[in-house]
């Protein structure tokens, strides 16, 4: 069955340096989403894209925080300055149809760790 | 601005024992409910949604839209539904899914 993969699966990272987190959706979909869960907080959406753009983005994603689809199989969220509360896992996820009407999909996750 | 809750953080059930998690929305349209489990070391996975209707694992949800209720339920606990577990809200056009605190269930013998 196929999956959404992440890598790395653990990054430590010094504060204010940039960080790439990398996802490969499932092969099919065409909804990609970030989420990110603090520890021992919920999990909580950053960005969803569609069509080689952003179609929504919550106040977290500010900034700092870009994504791409560099090509036609990885989707990528950088965090171009890290801070100390960027702390948390990330995950990755993918649907075929928008998210309501489809399931979406989840990574594994990364753990980010910013010193 | 919608918001999940899912008021207990640990629900310690014995095996055979029924279980139920809670978990209540506020959202004034039509609500989309999903529950999503995550084993030990496992990721994300969806459980049931409330269009779909169905059981799965043994597991149901009934949408109360009086009570604005999500609640997931099963009869008998099984060792192997030892989890986390969370409830999310989908909402309109939006893509996102708001998700609850989570609920971790701990079925022992």
């Known amino acids: 069955e196929p999956e959404v993969t992440q890598t790395p699966s653990h990054q430590v990272t010094q504060m204010g340096q940039e960080v790439i987190l990398r996802c490969v959706p499932i092969?099919?979909?065409?909804?990609f989403y970030w989420y990110r869960q603090i520890l021992g907080q919920k999990v909580e959406f950053l960005v969803s894209?569609?069509?080689?753009?952003?179609?929504?983005k919550s106040e977290i994603f500010d900034d700092q925080f870009s994504v791409e689809r560099p090509d036609g199989s990885n989707f990528t969220l950088k965090i171009r300055s890290t801070k100390l509360e960027d702390s948390a896992m990330y995950f990755c996820?993918?649907?075929?149809?928008?998210?309501?009407?489809?399931?979406?999909?989840f990574g594994p996750g990364t753990r980010l760790t910013v010193l | 601005a919608q918001r999940v809750t899912q008021p207990e953080k640990l629900l310690s059930v014995f095996k055979g024992a029924p279980v139920e998690l809670k978990c209540n929305y506020s959202?004034?349209?039509?609500?989309?409910l999903f529950w999503y489990v995550q084993y030990s070391r496992q990721r994300l996975q969806l459980l049931l949604r409330?269009?779909s209707r169905e059981s799965i694992k043994g597991f149901t949800a009934d949408l109360n839209k009086g009570e604005t209720s999500f609640h997931l339920k099963k009869p008998f606990a099984q060792e192997e539904d030892s989890a986390m577990y969370y409830c999310?809200?989908?909402?309109?056009?939006?893509?996102?899914?708001?998700f609850g605190t989570g609920t971790r269930l701990q079925v022992t013998l």
């Open positions: 996820a993918s649907s075929q149809l928008a998210g309501g009407t489809d399931t979406q999909y």
């Open positions: 092969s099919n979909h065409l909804y």
């Open positions: 894209f569609y069509n080689n753009e952003i179609s929504e």
């Open positions: 959202y004034s349209g039509s609500p989309e």
């Open positions: 409330h269009i």
């Open positions: 999310a809200l989908h909402t309109g056009t939006a893509s996102k899914l708001t």
